[in-house]
């Protein structure tokens, strides 16, 4: 509603991610075994909505984690923030061996709807985009999948591709006409470069789990990786259901996939604001 501002829409925000990432840190802590005191450190991602202090904090404060628990909030990376901050979660783990990062990502995509607005933009996010929240727990030690090589591209001159415009009422959605075409003309050469670098071929990877940013951004993948038509089940499967959760929706692919298989190499793929790819390995 036109009428509901930055402070309606913000509270509401604030309110209901908090709610959200509560009720995803409650339900992994019991599914690990683990307690809260058992957590080292928190990785929010999150770009429908601002708060500060972030959530990452709220949720600290919400829960009762530990006074000396590590925060890193993540803004602003829309649609690639659940792969790209899932790989910082696992860069934090990483640098301290042992420790155990908790990883939340949640987007309320529908606080974007703006009821006077009649653009095709507006109308088109409103069909698309859902809200959502997700998370992981990411340790050095465990037998779950292990972190392999990931990798960043963006795009030259693209700044207006995908992002944010801040209105006086709330955020407005854009995403160019054009992303389907940059995936089809650019993104087999970024994923080659990339699988190069890494000493990696395409017959290397067994599974795709990509974020779903349409269905044409979806034709343009599976082009991209050779496969036949139809043959990123999971991700369409999860646009069907949720439609785009923004940067949650790529975690809710991985879990469809069973990616617990073992001996299993996954390739997990987004797009984001910037215009950015995010590429990131993970090992069975």
């Known amino acids: 509603d036109a ?4 402070r309606d829409r913000t509270a509401l925000y604030i309110e209901n991610a908090t709610a959200l990432l509560s009720q995803v840190t409650q339900a992994l802590l019991a599914e690990s075994g683990l307690s809260k005191d058992d957590i080292d450190a928190i990785v929010v991602s999150s770009t429908t909505g601002v708060a500060t202090p972030s959530l990452d904090a709220l949720v600290v404060e919400r829960l009762g984690l530990r006074r000396d628990i590590r925060r890193l909030p993540i803004f602003g990376l829309g649609c690639a923030g659940g792969v790209t901050g899932l790989a910082r979660a696992a860069d934090l783990a990483l640098s301290r061996p042992g420790s155990r990062v908790l990883f939340l990502v949640v987007e309320l995509c529908a606080l974007t709807f703006r009821k006077d607005d009649h653009g095709k933009s507006n109308i088109v996010a409103t069909a698309l ?3 959502g929240a997700a998370g992981a727990i990411v340790s050095t030690e465990g037998d779950g999948p292990a972190f392999g090589p990931g990798g960043e591209y963006t795009w030259p001159d693209s700044l207006s591709i995908m992002g944010w415009e801040v209105e006086e009422d709330g955020l407005k959605a854009i995403f160019s006409q054009s992303i389907p075409m940059l995936v089809a003309n650019d993104f087999r050469s970024i994923l080659h470069g990339f699988l190069a670098r890494n000493d990696l071929k395409l017959r290397d990877i067994d ?7 349409g269905a044409k951004v979806l034709d343009a993948l599976e082009d991209a990786f050779e496969l036949d038509r139809g043959a990123l089940e999971e991700s369409r499967s999860v646009l069907r259901d949720y439609g785009n959760m923004s940067a949650v929706t790529a975690l ?3 879990e469809r996939m069973a990616w617990r298989q073992k001996d299993q190499r996954i390739l997990m793929s987004a797009l984001g604001p910037g215009f950015s790819s995010v590429l990131q390995v993970l090992e069975g």
């Open 3 to 6: 009428e509901h501002g930055w």
């Open 129 to 131: 985009f859902g809200d």
């Open 207 to 213: 599974r795709f789990a990509c974020h779903p940013g």
């Open 252 to 254: 809710f692919v991985l």
